[in-house]
């Protein structure tokens, strides 16, 4: 019989699965998990950034004690990348930077591409990335326009399948180890084949045997919200205190909306910059 939620004792340990919504931080999602259930002790066994969707692990309880071993497991991702465009973060969050043709470029090209990125390379992260430099987080360096060098690390891709080709589209499943930035698979690639790339979607469909199709969403845990115990409600009768929520509106919550935005305010400021520039000389 499949587990439901009313059977876990989360105080005790368990181990969860979510499927993370898109724009939701992963420290998000546990803050959510931890006060609508009331979860004194909890933690993420690996991060998805805001623009990914997918398998998110928490885990709760004495099971915490498991996250560095559930970390340390393959994962397997699903995605596209875009050919022909290059972005700063190597993926939606940034304005694209720079185009370049890719018509040109044949299906059996790009699938012949994947064969440099399969077992142990070397890859360099994001700039925009949580890797330290120096005690700071690399993106923390990369928002203020600080120049940073990041060094390149030792990862395994055991397996990099193009899945679609649709020009400028290109689909993708990766099994890889832990520490893999699909984004910089994404860049990587788009170098190999002389056009540039991004990363437009991406899905962690697996961590070990843990796969998306057994989580569940943030609105099933949503469900199993306890009311609040009397000592937080209200002294006024017949009232109880709301619950503080934050706003749909926020940025986080906004959807590709927003980060379509961000690189449609980018893209004018650097146009108006290179038209002053040029009526200036």
């Given at each position: 019989m499949t587990k439901t939620l009313a059977d876990f004792d989360f105080e005790t340990g368990e181990v969860l699965l979510l499927d993370k919504p898109l724009t939701w931080t992963s420290f998000d999602v546990v803050r959510?998990?931890?006060?609508?259930?009331?979860?004194?002790?909890?933690?993420?066994?690996?991060?998805?950034?805001?623009?990914?969707?997918?398998l998110l692990i928490l885990c709760t309880g004495k099971k915490t004690k498991e996250i560095d071993q559930i970390q340390a497991q393959?994962?397997?991702?699903?995605?596209?990348?875009?050919?022909?465009?290059?972005?700063?973060?190597?993926?939606?969050?940034?304005?694209?930077?720079?185009?370049?043709?890719?018509?040109?470029?044949?299906?059996?090209?790009?699938?012949a591409a994947t064969a440099q990125f399969t077992g142990l390379i070397q890859q360099?992260?994001?700039?925009?990335?949580?890797?330290?430099i120096d005690g700071k987080r690399a993106y923390e360096l990369a928002r203020t326009g600080q120049e940073a060098e990041i060094k390149?690390?030792?990862?395994?891709?055991?397996?990099?399948?193009?899945?679609?080709?649709?020009?400028?589209?290109?689909?993708?499943?990766?099994v890889c180890s832990k520490g893999t930035y699909i984004?910089?698979?994404?860049?990587?690639?788009?170098?190999?084949?002389?056009?540039?790339?991004?990363l437009t979607r991406l899905v962690r469909t697996?961590?070990?045997?843990?796969?998306?199709?057994?989580?569940?969403?943030?609105?099933?845990i949503q469900a199993l919200r306890p009311p609040r115990p009397d000592s937080e409600a209200s002294t006024l009768p017949g009232t109880t205190r709301s619950r503080h929520?934050?706003?749909?509106?926020?940025?986080?919550?906004?959807?590709?909306?927003?980060?379509?935005?961000?690189?449609?305010?980018?893209?004018?400021?650097?146009?108006?910059?290179?038209?002053?520039?040029k009526s200036a000389e």
């Open positions: 959510k998990v931890k006060n609508t259930l009331r979860i004194k002790k909890i933690g993420h066994a690996g991060t998805l950034d805001p623009l990914a969707t997918g393959e994962k397997e991702y699903t995605g596209t990348f875009r050919l022909g465009e290059t972005t700063p973060s190597f993926d939606l969050e940034t304005a694209v930077d720079m185009a370049r043709p890719y018509a040109h470029i044949t299906d059996e090209q790009i699938t360099t992260p994001p700039i925009f990335s949580a890797v330290k390149a690390k030792t990862v395994e891709i055991k397996t990099f399948e193009i899945t679609r080709i649709a020009l400028p589209e290109v689909d993708f499943r990766v984004r910089s698979l994404a860049r990587d690639l788009g170098v190999a084949l002389g056009c540039g790339a991004h697996r961590i070990g045997e843990y796969r998306v199709e057994d989580a569940f969403t943030l609105d099933a929520e934050r706003p749909n509106t926020a940025p986080n919550r906004a959807g590709l909306q927003y980060f379509a935005a961000l690189q449609a305010d980018a893209l004018a400021a650097k146009h108006l910059k290179d038209a002053t520039e």
